[in-house]
């Protein structure tokens, strides 16, 4: 499983966690958000996270 941080906020997006608040199970893949899915904290787009090496 893979982490996702937000490029504008450091808000990290853990798939093997997911987010409950928001819906989304434990092993969502960040792929499989959907395409309007924004940041819980700031509120920005998919396209501004990145894969966390």
Do not use: Q
């Amino acid at each position: 499983m893979a982490r996702y941080v937000c490029d504008i906020c450091g808000y990290i997006y853990d798939e093997a966690v997911g987010e409950a608040d928001n819906g989304y199970e434990p092993g969502t893949k960040f792929e499989d958000l959907p395409d309007d899915y924004v940041c819980p904290l700031c509120g920005v787009g998919k396209s501004d996270f990145s894969k966390e090496s």
